[in-house]
């Protein structure tokens, strides 16, 4: 975990006081989605408060609020245990995810700028330049601009109710996107997937897009059913 210390000094260079409740919420859920702390693993206000450098109130607070976002169980004795997928969470989050995403390129294209297109391309053709020359790609590189993508289709669409509902399912994506990088055997595939949907998005090609987005949101979670589930 990155030291209070230097959350604190940013905050206040940045005119800001540090409100520590949120800066434990922040630093435990990137534990949490970028798999520091283990799904089934017990995680105590004594030990976050002495990593964090903080003490447990602020703590509790934050693990109260990732308990409501189904990150964490709050057990008794001041102890949270990360959550586990199951089966049936990774079901019904791709469902919606499936659902909803693909509504919202319905309108999204419209509204990205050109500019923003080039930028995404240009990430995954990176991607694709360093997977053709045998180098490797990190897969927290490849997750965040996923996530960055993905996201921006949401963010991009016209439907305010939209945008507020998935913001709330917005870690749990996330997280699954973590873990789908992870897994990937070969990241060519997906490379080229994600160059489509931006080929598609560059084009304005709304019809066109929706299918190619939902085939590749369900190929992410059949990736994830057979590394978690089919073993």
Not at 10 to 26: E, F, M, S, W
Not at 32 to 37: D, G, L, P, Y
Not at 53 to 68: F, G, I, N, Q
Request: charged share 30%.
């Amino acid at each position: 975990m990155v030291s209070l210390a230097n959350r604190v000094d940013k905050l206040r260079n940045k005119g800001k006081q540090p409100n520590l409740a949120q800066i434990a919420y922040t630093q435990i859920k990137e534990a949490i989605i970028f798999a520091k702390f283990k799904p089934g693993e017990y995680i105590s206000e004594n030990m976050l408060a002495a990593a964090l450098e903080m003490s447990r109130t602020p703590v509790r607070e934050a693990l109260k609020e990732l308990a409501y976002e189904n990150l964490v169980e709050i057990m008794p004795g001041r102890e949270a245990v990360v959550k586990h997928i199951t089966q049936k969470d990774l079901k019904e989050i791709f469902e919606l995810r499936r659902v909803l995403e693909c509504f919202a390129a319905e309108t999204a294209p419209e509204n990205f700028g050109d500019d923003e297109i080039k930028e995404i391309e240009e990430t995954w053709m990176s991607f694709q330049k360093k997977v053709e020359q045998g180098r490797q790609i990190e897969w927290e590189a490849l997750s965040h601009s996923d996530n960055k993508l993905h996201s921006m289709i949401i963010d991009k669409c016209n439907n305010a109710h939209l945008k507020n509902f998935m913001s709330v399912l917005g870690q749990q994506i996330l997280r699954y996107q973590l873990l789908t990088a992870m897994a990937l055997g070969d990241m060519a595939d997906t490379i080229r997937q994600h160059l489509e949907i931006i080929a598609l998005l560059k084009a304005r090609e709304t019809k066109e897009l929706i299918p190619v987005l939902r085939q590749h949101i369900e190929e992410a979670e059949k990736i994830l059913m057979k590394s978690h589930f089919e073993k």
